[in-house]
């Protein structure tokens, strides 16, 4: 192994976090390869990096994607690719990282190291990891769906409400399903929380609005878009 000149490492310690974000050419990436293989500072630098990287992830609660955000996401993508197969196979290579801004990444990346640990430990202390804290309660909802073996319930964590629904058919062409919030005998009021479901008719979304005094939970087949009243009988009831 033939000694690493000092000013060399320290140019290169630079390229650490940059590196193991994935912004490194092809070419760049193969000489820091070799790099590293005779340097245990920069080697050193990547490994404490990438656990860093590799906590950010699991500093997040993972939730479950509603089916329409899902839908929009999965639509970008798809529209990307077209451009990317137009574009040739050199569009997506990574872009080259200027000096600075490999300088720059470095503290960011140590940085959101240190805010993914106390994002982890806020977590534990409010209860994610420790079963204390936050309660998750399940209400299972009425549906009425002849024929079908619909199911759907309501999944309450806190402040926030999710509608999840199994086994449901699609709403008929030109169709939404739309969820309203009921209070006592007022007549139920709209919401923006519009809706489908997925080929095996799974489908998720998230209760919006504030949900004090509400009653019960209701979805209705509206016209695409939603409406200000509801145009058909309910197919789920969920009470609160």
Do not use: N
Not at 32 to 61: F, I, K, M, N, P
Request: charged share 20%; with cysteine.
């Amino acid at each position: 192994m033939s000694p690493i000149d000092p000013p060399e490492c320290e140019r290169r310690l630079q390229d650490a976090a940059p590196y193991v974000l994935g912004a490194l050419s092809e070419r760049e990436c193969e000489s820091y390869r070799e790099h590293l293989a005779g340097c245990a500072e920069c080697a050193g630098e990547v490994a404490a990096l990438q656990a860093a990287a590799d906590s950010l992830a699991l500093a997040v609660t993972p939730i479950q994607t509603p089916a329409q955000v899902r839908a929009r996401v999965m639509s970008v993508v798809d529209g990307e690719a077209e451009l990317l197969r137009a574009a040739g196979h050199e569009a997506d290579r990574p872009p080259r990282v200027h000096a600075r801004w490999r300088a720059w990444l470095t503290p960011a990346l140590t940085a959101g190291a240190t805010l993914a640990a106390g994002l982890a430990i806020g977590a534990i202390a409010l209860g994610g990891g420790s079963g204390a804290g936050t309660r998750t309660q399940t209400i299972q909802a009425a549906v009425s769906m002849p024929g079908y073996r619909a199911s759907a319930e309501l999944r309450m964590a806190g402040s926030h409400v999710e509608l999840v629904v199994a086994h449901m058919p699609a709403p008929p062409l030109g169709r939404i399903y739309e969820v309203w919030l009921e209070r006592g005998t007022h007549a139920p009021q709209p919401t923006d929380a519009l809706f489908s479901v997925t080929s095996s008719g799974s489908g998720s979304v998230v209760v919006p609005g504030d949900l004090a005094g509400v009653s019960r939970v209701l979805v209705t087949s509206e016209p695409l878009g939603g409406s200000l009243k509801p145009t058909r009988p309910p197919v789920i009831v969920a009470p609160m």
